[in-house]
Nanobody, 130 residues
Framework: QVELVESGGGSVQAGGSLSLSCAAS????????MAWFRQAPGKEREAVAT???????????YYAHFAEDRFTFSQSTAENTVYLKMTGLQPEDTAMYYC????????????????????WGQGTQVTASS
């Protein structure tokens, strides 16, 4: 069965760093769009980054404007896991971070604004305080 399990969240001071992981099971990352979303209390869910994995481990990666200079989206096909390394965290980054998957789609469907994510993890909380 398809399952996404996030881990790595926590609390840091402003300027700190965290690394999130999303372990996927029940499908392969190849020809799949993976994404990180976040949702702060009282606010709408927003995309952080998306990544499409082609054959031969070629990747297309897209970042939200707030993430492109501070966050790094990476993956391991062998481990069937995606990662989000975050640096320079600020209070406005505080949110529940979710991993999502769009399995077997075309790469163009992974270009933001992207949708059709059928599978979601349970989320991991990230808190940055000043």
């Amino acid at each position: 069965q398809v399952e996404l399990v996030e881990s790595g969240g926590g609390s840091v001071q402003a300027g700190g760093s965290l690394s999130l992981s999303c372990a996927a099971s029940g499908f392969t990352l190849i020809r799949t769009c993976m994404a990180w979303f976040r949702q702060a209390p009282g606010k709408e869910r927003e995309a952080v980054a998306t990544m499409y994995t082609y054959d031969f481990d070629r990747l297309d990666t897209y970042y939200a404007h707030f993430a492109e200079d501070r966050f790094t989206f990476s993956q391991s096909t062998a481990e069937n896991t995606v990662y989000l390394k975050m640096t320079g965290l600020q209070p406005e980054d505080t949110a529940m971070y979710y991993c999502a998957a769009q399995i077997g789609g075309d790469p163009e469907t992974c270009v933001p604004p992207s949708g059709g994510f059928d599978y979601w993890g349970q989320g991991t909380q990230v808190t940055a305080s000043s």
